[in-house]
């Protein structure tokens, strides 16, 4: 967690950017105006209390992760964008209006080829087992095996996991997928990294978004992986479509 005055400055950040008065925030908290104020300049590590920062997370719509475990003065243009999107998809997905759905890695290597060596899924390819380069004038006989496409690394990246993904838009998913990546050619030497895309299912067409690993893009990464549980923990959730909701909310009421 950062300091409390970071917290604080967070809440101060986000305000500005989304023009929202500080003094609305706390009347919403239900707490007398200046508090936050005061708490900014107290020497002693307060935090706000954890209804305050509820509050807080609510009226500026974003989550309270994002106001505790950040330091939003230290982000770049582009890295905010990203760590906004993430935790918009965070609060969307608190809030049960996106539906996740996991693809397991079994999954993934069996939609990654035909009998007849035609590539299906979007970021694999059909690989040989000999040898990491792909010529399709060769018998598939050869290519047995499915091979993780990265479009961010060229390092040996292998799915440590299974990937998650939810529609977007129409046809259109995000896809988040944690990886192990190997350093040196040595398959002991691992680390954890997450890329994200968005896919087009009906052309197959990928648009890669970012990738973070614990050795950089340490907020991406931080940011990729708390959305990675939270989507691991949605997927389990039982989904209910809006017509299968109605039909029963109706037969409730007869």
Same mark, same amino acid.
């Given at each position: 967690?950062?300091?409390?005055?970071?917290?604080?400055?967070?809440?101060?950040?986000?305000?500005?950017?989304?023009?929202?008065?500080?003094?609305?925030?706390?009347?919403?908290?239900?707490?007398?105006?200046?508090?936050?104020?005061?708490?900014?300049?107290?020497?002693?590590?307060?935090?706000?209390?954890?209804? #305050?920062?509820?509050?807080?997370?609510?009226? +500026?719509?974003?989550?309270?992760?994002?106001?505790?475990?950040?330091?939003?003065?230290?982000?770049?243009?582009?890295?905010?964008? @990203?760590?906004?999107?993430?935790?918009?998809?965070? #609060?969307?997905?608190? %809030?049960?209006?996106?539906?996740?759905?996991?693809?397991?890695?079994?999954?993934? /290597?069996? @939609?990654?080829?035909?009998?007849?060596?035609?590539?299906?899924?979007?970021?694999?390819?059909?690989?040989?087992?000999?040898?990491? %380069?792909? /010529?399709?004038?060769?018998?598939?006989?050869?290519?047995?095996?499915? !091979?993780?496409?990265?479009?961010?690394?060229?390092?040996?990246?292998?799915?440590?996991?299974?990937?998650?993904?939810?529609?977007?838009?129409?046809? !259109?998913?995000?896809?988040?997928?944690?990886?192990?990546?190997?350093?040196?050619?040595?398959?002991?030497?691992? #680390?954890?990294?997450?890329?994200?895309?968005?896919?087009?299912?009906?052309?197959?067409?990928?648009?890669?978004?970012?990738?973070?690993?614990?050795?950089?893009?340490?907020?991406?990464?931080?940011? +990729?992986?708390?959305?990675?549980?939270?989507?691991?923990?949605?997927?389990?959730?039982?989904? +209910?479509?809006?017509?299968?909701?109605?039909?029963?909310?109706?037969?409730?009421?007869?």
């Amino acid at each position: 967690m950062v300091s409390c005055k970071t917290c604080v400055q967070n809440i101060y950040n986000i305000a500005k950017k989304k023009n929202i008065k500080i003094g609305d925030i706390e009347s919403y908290a239900g707490v007398s105006i200046g508090y936050l104020s005061r708490l900014n300049k107290e020497e002693k590590n307060s935090y706000p209390s954890i209804e #305050v920062l509820n509050s807080a997370s609510i009226y +500026l719509s974003v989550s309270i992760d994002y106001l505790v475990n950040y330091d939003t003065s230290t982000f770049s243009i582009k890295e905010s964008k @990203l760590i906004d999107f993430f935790d918009r998809i965070t #609060v969307k997905t608190n %809030n049960e209006s996106i539906n996740w759905y996991e693809e397991t890695i079994q999954e993934m /290597n069996e @939609l990654s080829y035909t009998y007849d060596g035609i590539k299906c899924h979007p970021l694999f390819y059909v690989g040989s087992n000999t040898n990491n %380069n792909v /010529n399709f004038d060769m018998n598939f006989e050869n290519y047995n095996i499915a !091979k993780y496409n990265s479009l961010f690394l060229k390092n040996d990246i292998e799915p440590s996991s299974s990937a998650f993904f939810f529609e977007f838009q129409k046809n !259109k998913y995000f896809y988040l997928i944690k990886n192990n990546l190997i350093l040196n050619n040595d398959n002991h030497n691992l #680390v954890e990294e997450y890329e994200c895309y968005f896919i087009t299912r009906m052309s197959n067409h990928v648009d890669p978004i970012c990738y973070g690993t614990k050795i950089f893009n340490n907020n991406i990464f931080k940011s +990729l992986s708390n959305l990675y549980q939270l989507a691991r923990d949605a997927s389990n959730k039982i989904k +209910l479509s809006t017509d299968v909701e109605k039909d029963i909310d109706n037969f409730m009421k007869s």
